[in-house]
Every structure is written in structure tokens, then in C-alpha cells.
């Protein structure tokens, strides 16, 4: 099986910078997800990392150590819309077929002023 | 905006009802999936199809069938709703590298109660 752990709530200013974190463990690692996702609404796709490293996206960017079953997701110049849900999500590549994503809870993140 | 629709988008239901839920994608995608989204647990996938005619059991099956018969629509069906499958449910497909990040994007979801 797998297990994806992230926290729970994260509280940051307006301008900061926060970084979220993600721990995994799995068998057959093909790749690791983040999603945003504000109340109410459908989760849209962030970011992508396969490889060791840092895959910069404008105010994102996403970090991913295999060795170590971990990533981070850093956003930077925070603002308030980026108040929302942010979920870590793993593919691997022995839970069979379908291109199967196993989701993490989610970091409730709350941006304040 | 990846081509996906969702119905109908909110459903309040009894206990013992049938309930089927639709998704339409508007892009050829071959891979299709049902998921349902819960406090404390995170999306969980229900099942997925790769093709039409051929789907799979995810994770939280039970209680849960699926269909397809046509490459746009994956229909989702509750066979006797329960108090427990009052959820959030989201479909998604899969993207392939052709179309940028090969993950999979989601519809709006549809908000069921069963009471």
C-alpha cells in the first residue's frame, strides 16, 4: 500500500513565503502530483516532479528527494487567493494499471494579512 | 479547462434510492475515473475505465458500479444509496503527454446527500 502524509492546516501573510510538506512511501514511485484546490471547487493540477530536484512554475515551485520519500511545494509572494487546499498525490507504477494517483489529505493553507 | 461536465451537480437522495451520476469529457480522453472526496480522507478513487466497455475497482468500491458504453461518457451508479456515500464526487481523465503533464484533470464535482 501507500501512505502519504502532509499536514494538516498551514497560517501564513499575505507576501510570505510557505513551503508545504510531503512524505510518501511506495513500492513502484512514477511520479509525484500537486494539486490546488479552493472550497468548494474541483482540484486543478500544480505540478509535476519524477526526477530529484526543483521544477520552478512562476510563484511555484516543487521539490522532490526519491531517496527520501519527500517533497515540498514552495509558494512564494503569497496572496490571499492562494488561500486553499493544496493535495500531494503519488502514481505508482505497481498498484496495476490506469495511471492510478493515491491522494494525500490535503494542506489546508490560510493566507492572512 | 479540461473538457468536463459533470451531472447533475448537486443531488439530495434518500436512503435506498438509485442514484446515477454522469460525466461527459468533450475530448477523446481513453482513460476516465470516479472519485469521491470526504473530510479526514482525502480523494479516493472509486473506479476507472480505460476504454469503452473496460473498467477497473479502485479503493472504495463497494456500494459502487460504473459504465461505459461510448468514449465521452462514464456513468457512476449508486445501486441503493446509503447515509454513508454522502460525499462530493469528482470525475477526472487522464491527459497524455501529447496534451502537456500526463496527470489527470478534473471535473467540477457533484455534491450528493443521502438522507
Known amino acids: 500500500g501507500q501512505n502519504i502524509d502532509q499536514p494538516t492546516e498551514m497560517t501564513a501573510t499575505e507576501g510570505a513565503i510557505v513551503q508545504i510538506n510531503c512524505t510518501y512511501q511506495?513500492?513502484?514511485?512514477?511520479?509525484l502530483f500537486w494539486y490546488q484546490q479552493h472550497a468548494g471547487e474541483a482540484p486543478t493540477f500544480l505540478s509535476y516532479?519524477?526526477?530529484?530536484g526543483l521544477e520552478e512554475k512562476g510563484r511555484f515551485s516543487s521539490f522532490l528527494s526519491r531517496s527520501k520519500g519527500y517533497s515540498y511545494l514552495l509558494l512564494k509572494e503569497l496572496q490571499m487567493k492562494d488561500s486553499a487546499s493544496y493535495l500531494c498525490?503519488?502514481?505508482?507504477?505497481?498498484?496495476?494499471?490506469?495511471?492510478?494517483?493515491?491522494f494525500g489529505t490535503g494542506t489546508q493553507l490560510k493566507v492572512e494579512l | 479547462d479540461a473538457g468536463i461536465t459533470q451531472s447533475p451537480r448537486h443531488k439530495v437522495t434518500e436512503t435506498g434510492t438509485p442514484v446515477t451520476l454522469r460525466c461527459h469529457q468533450t475530448?477523446?480522453?481513453?482513460?476516465m475515473y470516479w472519485y469521491r472526496q470526504d473530510p479526514g480522507h482525502g480523494l479516493r478513487l472509486i473506479h476507472y475505465s480505460y476504454g469503452v466497455k473496460d473498467t477497473d475497482k479502485g479503493e472504495v468500491s463497494d456500494g459502487y458500479s460504473v459504465s461505459r458504453s461510448k468514449t465521452e461518457d462514464f456513468l457512476l451508479t449508486l445501486e441503493s444509496a446509503t447515509s454513508s456515500q454522502t460525499s462530493v464526487y469528482f470525475c477526472?481523465?487522464?491527459?497524455?503527454?501529447?496534451?502537456?503533464?500526463?496527470?489527470?484533470?478534473f471535473g467540477p464535482g457533484t455534491r450528493l446527500t443521502v438522507l
Open positions: 511506495t513500492s513502484g514511485f512514477n511520479g
Open positions: 516532479n519524477v526526477l530529484d
Open positions: 475530448e477523446n480522453h481513453r482513460y
Open positions: 477526472a481523465i487522464r491527459r497524455g503527454p501529447s496534451g502537456g503533464t500526463d496527470t489527470q484533470y
Open positions: 498525490a503519488v502514481r505508482d507504477i505497481l498498484t496495476g494499471g490506469g495511471n492510478k494517483l493515491t
